[in-house]
C-alpha cells in the first residue's frame, strides 16, 4: 500500500492551528494538539519548541508573532519564579508559557521548573530567545526594536546569570542534569555540549544586539569577547574526538601535574567504552557529550553537534569531519527517522544508575537513544553549511514517507527509530515545524543566514 505523501500547505495549516493568542494577538504555539491524550503542559509554548515555527514566520515575513512572542516572554524574566522558599536569579527565561483567560482578562502564565516534572531550570532557554531576537532583527532590519531599554536589560540578565565568577578553571558553563532538550535525567550534568554550543551562540547573538555607545554595554561586550574565545579553544581543543584521538587518549598518562601535562583532565584509558572504539570511522568526528575532571562522555549527541557547527563553535575541519560521520554512521544516527538525539543508548546496569531506572527512557526510547524529527532542521541547516545538501535532501524524503501517516507524532523508539515513540504525542508542533523548516531551507537556502554564524576572525584563541 502506497504510503501518504506530504503536502507542505496540509502541514503549514496545522502549524498555524497551533497559534494561540493573547489580549487577541498570537503569542506563541502550543506543544501539541493530540486528540487523544490529555494535554497536561503540551498546552503551553517552550521557547525551544517555538525556535523552528519562529524561523518559518521569520522566513515567511511574519514577524509579529515573533515579536510578540519575544516581548511576552522577556515581561516574564521578572515574573515570581519562586519554589518553596527560594527564588532564582533574575536572568531566568521560562521553559514555557500559556495564556490563562479569568474573568478580570488574560493572564501569562509562566514556568521556570517550578512546575516542571523534577523541578529542573531551563537553562537553555535563555540562550534559545537571544538566538530568535538575533533572527528577528536580521530579518526585520529593527535594529531599534532590540535596543529598547528593557530588551538591553534583559540580555544582561541572561549574561549575568552565566558571566558570574564561579568556582570553575573552564570557560564551559556548568549546569545540572535535564537543563535542556534532554530535559530528565541522563547523565548529563557537568559541561554538556548542547548548552556549551548554545552559551556559545548565544553570546555571539547578544554581541551583535548590545549597545556599545554606553560604558555598561562595553563593559558586557568585553566579559563576551574574552568568554567566546577562551570557550571556542576549549572545545575544539578538549572535546573533540576522531580516530585520532581516540588513540591518544588510549595511550594516556594518568596522575599527571604541572602545566606541562598532556592528560589535562586525567582522563583514564580503562574509561574509553568499547563500543566507541569500533563506531569510530577512520575519516571524521564528532565533539564529546560532556567532558570533567576525570570523565569524557563519548556518546554523540547530535543537537550540540549541529548547533556547534551553525555556530561556528567547532571549526571548519572539524564541522566537515561531524558531517563525514553523520553520512557514515547513518543507518545508526538518521535510520527510518532523522534524528537520534543520542548514540548509543545507556543499557543494563548503566541504564539503572545514570538515570534512576526512568521508565520513560528506557534503552533506545526517548532522550535515551530515541529519534526526534524536529532534528531535521538542524540536520539540513548544518549540511547546507556544509555544502552537503544532498545529505539533508535524503533526510527529508526518509521523514516525508512517514510522518504525515504517522501523524506527527514527538518522537520514535527502536535502534532504527521504526517505532513510534511508546509515549509520544502525535500532531507534535515542533515535529511540524521542523520538517517544514528543513524543506524551507532547501527551497531557499539564503535564509541559512538567520541561524548560522560564520568564522568570526575578531573571536581570538587561546594564546597557548
Not at 24 to 31: D, I, S
Not at 338 to 352: D, M, Q, S
Not at 420 to 435: F, N
Request: charged share 25%.
Amino acid at each position: 500500500m502506497k504510503r501518504k505523501e506530504i503536502n507542505p500547505a496540509d502541514a503549514h495549516a496545522l502549524l498555524e492551528n497551533s497559534i494561540f493568542y493573547y489580549q487577541g494577538e498570537p503569542a506563541g504555539t502550543v506543544a501539541a494538539h493530540d486528540p487523544e491524550l490529555d494535554a497536561l503542559n503540551y498546552d503551553q509554548c517552550f521557547i525551544r519548541d517555538f525556535v523552528s515555527g519562529a524561523l518559518i514566520f521569520l522566513i515567511e515575513g511574519k514577524t509579529d508573532i515573533v515579536k510578540n512572542f519575544l516581548i511576552h516572554t522577556l515581561a516574564l524574566q521578572k515574573h515570581d519564579k519562586r519554589m518553596d522558599c527560594f527564588e532564582p536569579g533574575a536572568g531566568l527565561m521560562p521553559a514555557s508559557y500559556k495564556v490563562v483567560h479569568e474573568e478580570g482578562g488574560d493572564e501569562l502564565l509562566g514556568d521556570f521548573g517550578n512546575h516542571a516534572i523534577g523541578r529542573v531550570p531551563p537553562v537553555d532557554s535563555g540562550f534559545w530567545w537571544l538566538f530568535l531576537l538575533r533572527a528577528y532583527v536580521k530579518k526585520s532590519g529593527d535594529m531599534s526594536f532590540a535596543h529598547q531599554p528593557e530588551f538591553q536589560e534583559g540580555i544582561k540578565l541572561i549574561l549575568e546569570l552565566c558571566l558570574l565568577s564561579r568556582f570553575e578553571m573552564f570557560p564551559t558553563l556548568l549546569v545540572p542534569d535535564g537543563s535542556f532538550m534532554i530535559d530528565r535525567r541522563m547523565g548529563v550534568y557537568g559541561h554538556p555540549l548542547e548548552i556549551q554550543a548554545l552559551f556559545y551562540i548565544a553570546m555571539r547573538s547578544a554581541r551583535e544586539l548590545l549597545r556599545s555607545d554606553n560604558e555598561d554595554g562595553r563593559s558586557y561586550l568585553q566579559a563576551i569577547k574574552s568568554r567566546l574565545g577562551s570557550l571556542r579553544f576549549h572545545i575544539r581543543e578538549y572535546y573533540w574526538l576522531d580516530f585520532k584521538r581516540l588513540n591518544e587518549i588510549h595511550r594516556f598518562e594518568s596522575e599527571q601535574f604541572g602545566k606541562n601535562a598532556v592528560n589535562k583532565f586525567n582522563i583514564y584509558p580503562g574509561s574509553i567504552p568499547h563500543w566507541v572504539t569500533l563506531w569510530m570511522p577512520d575519516r571524521g568526528g564528532y565533539l564529546a557529550g560532556n567532558l570533567g575532571p576525570g570523565q569524557i562522555d563519548f556518546r554523540f549527541f547530535s543537537e550540540g553537534n549541529l548547533m556547534a557547527i551553525l555556530g561556528s563553535l567547532s571549526s571548519e575541519e572539524e564541522s566537515q569531519g561531524i558531517i563525514q560521520l553523520i553520512e557514515k554512521r547513518w543507518d545508526d544516527l538518521v535510520g527510518r527517522m532523522p534524528l537520534k538525539i543520542a548514540f548509543p543508548a545507556v543499557e543494563n546496569l548503566e541504564w539503572e544508575i545514570v538515570t534512576g531506572s526512568d521508565p520513560k527512557n528506557p534503552p533506545w526510547s526517548y532522550h535515551n537513544g530515541g529519534n526526534w524529527p524536529v532534528l531535521i532542521w538542524p540536520l539540513v541547516a548544518a549540511c547546507q553549511k556544509m555544502g552537503r545538501p544532498d545529505l539533508g535532501e535524503k533526510a527529508l524524503k526518509i521523514a516525508g514517507d512517514r510522518l504525515i501517516e504517522d501523524e506527527w507524532p514527538e518522537y520514535y523508539d527502536g535502534k532504527n527509530g521504526r517505532l513510534i515513540g511508546k509515549e509520544a504525542r502525535r500532531y507534535q508542533t515542533w515535529t511540524i515545524s521542523g520538517y517544514l523548516l528543513g524543506k524551507m531551507l532547501q527551497e531557499n537556502p539564503e535564509s541559512l543566514s538567520l541561524m548560522s554564524f560564520d568564522e568570526d576572525p575578531e573571536i581570538q584563541g587561546c594564546p597557548v
